[in-house]
């Protein structure tokens, strides 16, 4: 297994606190924090560049003062989006240098640009990718770590197993491998693990979360939900998503006889104003094992629960025959 050195010690489970749009405001990445697992949040989720240093320092101020109390803090992270279209980006990763944010979480570009800043002051990069393909290039840019986004996932999910995707990346790459995908509870963690992950990214389970910035009629559809209440579209962030049909019914439509792609004409065509993340929610296939909203460090320790029941499971024999 490989944990980057910076994380040694200051986890009480080897899990991120995915970073998702709206939902991971301050409130939930200090909860993480302060709960022992890795707490991020988008840097989009800050409306301008001195919003995102507010919170940088916000975040940094609270939990430098935990450590001083001698409390055990993990570390929290930034994810920064590499596309073209993102303007931000050069402005955002300018904060995250200032402000040497432990881990920098890179999606939806090459990480080339990033690596060699965030390094410069001994911070981690991890890039989430989809495919093997995604992979080599984000390993040959020299991140620290892939975060592979199966399927299953909330959000952009990819569409390929883990029992594909981490044996064939594992193949090629020897750094830090974290797997995503319906992991919701403690023993998924440890199976990630067992199937040769070092961590495993878990958004949808935090969603449903006293501190998360989340509508109450999100977080009841998450509890309420099923696998069958989630649809693999296009149409209203552009890229495949995992969306929840209830959600998209509240406006009037009908998850199966949606409009053309683009959520812009969703909003012409049908005369309503709906946007994705922000009406129209998301959620992976995890959610069948969610059944509360709990505080933050309620659910890790519930989590650290059943992660420690599933590391003493014994192995199972081998029914085959020779």
Known sequence: MTLPA????????PLIAAPMFIVSGAELVLAACRAGV????????????????????????????DAACGRRVAPYGVNLICHRTNTRLAADTELVVRHRV?????????????VER?????????????????????????VDGLILVCAGAGGHA??????????????????????????????????????????????????????????ARYRAMLIDGTAEDLIYTDVFSGIPANMLRPSIRQFGLDPDN???????????????????WRDIWT?????TTIHDAPPVAALVAR????????????????????
């Open 6 to 13: 910076q994380f040694e010690g200051r986890l009480t489970l």
């Open 118 to 142: 965030v390094h410069g002051y001994g911070g981690v990069v991890l890039s989430d990718v989809t495919d093997a393909r995604w992979a080599r290039k984000a390993a040959a840019a020299g």
């Open 283 to 287: 959620a992976g296939q995890g959610l």
């Open 38 to 65: 890795i707490g991020t949040f988008p840097s989009l989720n800050c409306r301008t560049t001195d919003d995102l240093d507010a919170r940088l320092t916000h975040l940094d101020n609270v939990l430098a003062a």
């Open 158 to 215: 990819g569409t390929m197993s883990p029992f594909a995707l981490l044996p064939e990346v594992r193949a090629f790459f020897s750094g830090t491998i974290v797997l995503a995908g319906a992991i919701s509870d403690g023993r998924a963690i440890r199976a990630a693990e067992v199937l040769g992950a070092d961590m495993a990214y878990m958004g949808t389970r935090f969603i449903a979360t006293e501190e998360a910035n989340a509508d």
């Open 258 to 276: 949606l409009p053309a792609k683009n959520a812009l004409n969703v909003s012409k065509e049908l005369n309503i104003d709906v946007k994705a």
């Open 303 to 322: 989590l650290r629960t059943e992660y420690e029941a599933a590391l003493r499971c014994p192995v199972m024999p081998d029914r085959h025959p020779a």
């Open 102 to 114: 432990p881990l920098v979480i890179t999606s939806g570009g090459s990480p080339r640009g990033i």
